[in-house]
């Protein structure tokens, strides 16, 4: 029986659609209770995956309670579709129902396809109203690409599935409507009779009555005499009754049948009566088929906090600019709010930190005192500054150290002993980033690895988990604009970056036949090896400050060596070349800069640590036991990428020294967000709220500088600060740029890292904003005084988040609720009072922050 209905449905799988004449309605009838299964499991799986993603956001006792209740739009979606797939006997209601269905049930089943996929590879449901914005540049469209198997193989699945199940999704959905229509009809024929009664008694309508027949027996079959004779009737099954005057006959024993699916489903009627009013259950509730539409739109809520939101008295940290004297005159790219108009007034409004109620500033502070000493010294100055950004980078893999989580499921891998030629690879694998932190990875046997020098901050946080917006936090010392995808350049960036503030320097500081470098002018410069295509990071870098001739991409070196037969350089993938292939580039650009008297402000994006972490060659090294299973193939290729980028910041740092110029360079390392692979499988920090997505690295280095390492919070909005402190501090410029970096110093939100970090002071704490990935879904907050975690939701589909990392550091059991109020009283039964009032300040730090963000890019959601 199986194998006949599966021919069958799969005969007009390979069938084309329904077209015209006796061939559609021929193949229609073949197919219509296969394309009805495929509807019913792929709206079916579709709700519970959904379900499952948010089980954990509702209290088990009203899981229990209302889960019923939302698969009923997933239940009258299906008996829409069930009428849609009977028989009709009019060849064009044939060809009309076939292309609303088939069509419909592959654009469904190819959501939810991707969207399993996509959960199980990044832990993350796709938010449907993000479709419109997804970029359509080659390297985004590779991008979704590799997700492009699982969508296959899930897509498939659905589709055996299917064939295997026809015809009995057909057949239980005629059950059910059988059983309604009986029950119904015994409900209302005494109505009806009194009705129609009335109407004759009073003489209307005898003509019309007498062409109704309403008692006329109503067919629950839809099949042909030929097709009754080989396949089962589901009213045969259900001995349900015609519709007719003997109803009072009906046996004891077909009304207990009936009940079967009555009561089931009056109760779920009732149940979804009686529901409370909850923007959790009713996005829960939500079918498919309605999800690219309805439950998503979150103006209600942005518009809210746009309200007037005040925070200690304070509705925006906006206000006039702190005026600079040193400023040259005309119109310089960052420094827009300073343009004065004829009246002599400022035309535009800027961050000013005296009007910010979340400001905590440390520069009153002293410098750490194992700094003191070197910064004064004579020997100390930063001529250049080189900052990376490494992609896709963990905390705990730079270095690997042992005893780390990351560390500890290699160990669990190999069962607790690792082979010994597996134990040298890792012993090796990140001896650079032991060099730069000064911390070693416990996998050395001899030896120890011997400090590069510098901060070490073990407890950095980045700014935004989306590249772009990273690299933006960094190179601006700001907060990412909260908006999905990068759209920064699109508005007013509204701190000058770090290009803009070297620029107007060397506006006033321009002497390049100096002898003394103080006096050089700066050449900002950005390198990646990659493409700089995917969501127009083209238009971003240059909107940083970085000139395009002073912009180095894949394109770029695709058009330098356009004909150079000796080039032979190889891009490991779609994203371009292995970061390696920048060192000649690297020492050009030095040695042009020493021999031109230009002083460096490199920004370097690495890239192949990017997933799909793909190797030159496609070589990789055993370094977790591909036996153990799970997602260890990934883990495996990550780390070889880990490990070719540590070999390349070596040679990054012999090239400083082959230059002469390593005493003279601040070297700066973060990562641009961090990968919870190993937490939670996941591929991508997309609506990823696990802290092993923010958690990463961050050196400042230089060989002169001792080795210091600092715990305390700290975030990458800080690196610009704490650089221009220390070119200030160091005397690493002339009086009139000292003067200037001590001005501009104030108005950035950061602390500088070379002083102490102050929690909180009178008024709040220092908190530390996170923009996640894509931007506009929801932001992440902590606080320097606290171990808690909050995330908050700016639309409904996303739940408060709460965790405390002291107690839980890799966020097993995290807190999560759709309402705020429910999350507080989760919060209560399970930790002290001290984390509810916790969360109820930044709650509220946090909406009012959300809101000015807005206004400072000047930018509206709503």
Known sequence: MLASQALGSLKFVCCALPARGLRATLNWELSRKFWFSFLCIVTICAKLLHIYAHWDSIPLTQLLLWGSTFFLQDIIFLMIGYVLTLHYHR?????????????????????????????????????????????????????????????????????????????????????????????????FKPLARFALGQINRLGRGKKWLSRLNIYEPVPLSDYSDEQEKTLPHSSSLLDLPQLDDHLSSTSWSLWIKRSLFIIPISVVLLLRVLRPVDSAYTYLSHTLALSPFVGVDPKSRLTEMLGNIELNGRRTALGSPVPFDWLPEGDWPGFRDWKVSSTGEYEHQHYNPANDPLRVSNLDEGILEPLRDVLKSEDFKIKHVLVFKM????????????????????????????????????????????????????????????????????????????????????????????????????????????PHVLDVLSANTNNSKSDDFVDWPWRPRFMQSITDTYDHQNLLTPALGFKPENILTSEAI?????????????????????????????????????????????????????????????????????????????????????????????????????????????????????????????????????????????????????????????????????????????????????????????????????????????????????????????????????????????????????????????????????????????????????????????????????????????????
């Open 91 to 187: 060849k064009w209601a044939c060809v009309l129902a076939g292309l609303v269905v088939v069509p419909m049930s592959l654009v469904l089943s190819v959501m939810a396809a991707a969207n399993t996929s996509f959960f199980f590879l990044t832990g993350a449901e796709i938010h449907w109203r993000q479709a419109g914005s997804v970029n359509r540049d080659p390297a985004s469209v590779n991008t979704l690409l590799t997700g492009l198997t699982g969508l296959v193989i899930v897509e498939v699945i659905f589709f055996i599935a299917s064939i295997f199940a026809s015809p009995y999704p057909f057949h239980a959905a005629e059950a059910v409507i059988g059983v309604w229509v009986v029950v119904v009809g015994a409900v």
């Open 391 to 498: 992609e896709s980078t963990r905390y705990d893999v730079f270095p690997l150290r042992k005893g780390s989580y990351m560390h500890n499921r290699i160990l669990e891998s190999y069962k607790g002993k690792i082979p010994k030629e597996v134990q040298a690879r890792l012993a090796n694998l990140t001896h650079t980033a032991e060099r730069l932190t000064g911390t070693e990875s416990g996998l050395h046997k001899n030896g120890t690895v011997k400090p590069y020098g510098g901060i070490h901050a073990t407890n950095s946080y980045t700014a935004g988990t989306f590249t772009l917006k990273s690299i933006e936090g960094t190179t601006c010392g700001l907060a990412p604009l909260v908006r999905d995808f990068n759209h920064e350049y699109e508005h007013h960036i509204y701190q000058p970056c770090m």
């Open 558 to 862: 695709d058009k330098e060596h356009l004909n150079d037969t000796s080039f032979h350089g190889e891009k490991f993938n779609f994203w371009g070349y292995p970061d390696h292939d920048l060192a000649g580039y690297f020492r050009d650009v030095i040695h042009q800069a020493e021999r031109d008297h230009e002083r460096l402000f490199i920004t370097h994006l690495t890239g192949i640590t990017h997933h799909p972490w793909d190797t030159p060659g496609k070589h990789y090294k055993d370094l977790m036991s591909q036996s153990w299973g799970g997602n260890s193939r990934d883990i495996n290729r990550y780390l070889n990428t880990i490990g070719i980028n540590d070999k390349w910041f070596g040679q990054v740092l012999d090239i400083l020294a082959e230059t002469g110029i390593a005493n003279e360079t601040l070297v700066v390392m973060t990562g641009d967000h961090g990968l919870s692979l190993l937490e939670d499988n996941s591929i991508t920090p997309y609506d990823n709220p696990h802290v092993a997505n923010f958690h990463v690295p961050l050196v400042i280095s230089n060989p002169l500088l001792p080795p210091i390492e600092i715990n305390s919070s700290v975030s990458s909005i800080q690196i610009l600060p704490t650089i221009l402190d220390l070119l200030k501090e160091s005397g690493s410029l002339d009086e009139i740029s000292t003067r200037a970096i001590s001005e501009l110093l104030p108005i950035y939100e950061g602390q500088s890292m070379i002083r102490p970090i102050v929690s909180e002071n009178e008024h709040t704490q220092y908190y530390q904003f996170t923009v996640m990935n894509t931007g506009g879904s929801m932001v992440a907050m902590r606080s320097a005084s606290h171990s808690f975690r909050l995330v908050v939701p700016l639309v409904p589909e996303v739940e408060w988040r709460f965790t405390d990392i002291e107690s839980d550091p890799h966020e097993k059991h995290p807190i999560k609720s759709f309402d705020l109020e429910s999350l507080k009283t989760a919060i209560a039964l399970e930790h002290s009072a001290d984390a509810v009032q916790w969360v109820n300040s930044a709650a509220q730090a946090g909406q009012w922050w959300i809101a000015d963000n807005w206004r400072r890019y000047e930018y509206s959601p709503v």
